[in-house]
Nanobody, 124 residues
Framework: QVQLVESGGGLVQAGGSLTLSCAAS????????VGWFRQSPGKEREFLVA????????RYADSVKGRFAISRDNAKSTVYLQMNRLKPEDTAVYFC?????????????????WGQGTQVTISS
């Protein structure tokens, strides 16, 4: 049983940076892969990046590779998404999700638990 809560969203100018946090409850969090996804109006939920429980593997979508970075602090039960050089097309609701099987999958169906999302808006 895992609960996830995203925070850190807001309004940022293009070219700026923002860090999102995903705080998790649950004793077995360190064994779960965590992914970040985003969804904008009229579009499907888009995979961004995932990290496995031990931080030995990271998987990035081409759309964010080189600009976004994922990390985790299992002692704090928190996963972070550092976003740099933000663009207006990054505007979306951002979600974190946890996979109990630790697969680092880019597919939404692989994840067992989801947060409620946090809004990120990038102004031009």
């Amino acid at each position: 049983q895992v609960q996830l809560v995203e925070s850190g969203g807001g309004l940022v100018q293009a070219g700026g940076s923002l860090t999102l946090s995903c705080a998790a409850s649950g004793r077995t969090f360190s064994n779960y892969a965590v992914g970040w996804f985003r969804q904008s109006p009229g579009k499907e939920r888009e995979f961004l990046v995932a990290i496995n429980g031990g931080s030995t593997r990271k998987r990035y979508a081409d759309s964010v590779k080189g600009r976004f970075a994922i990390s985790r602090d299992n002692a704090k039960s928190t996963v972070y998404l550092q976003m740099n050089r933000l663009k207006p097309e990054d505007t979306a609701v951002y979600f974190c999700a946890a996979d109990q099987y630790n697969t680092n999958s880019p597919l939404t169906g692989a994840y067992d638990y989801w947060g409620q999302g946090t809004q990120v808006t990038i102004s031009s």
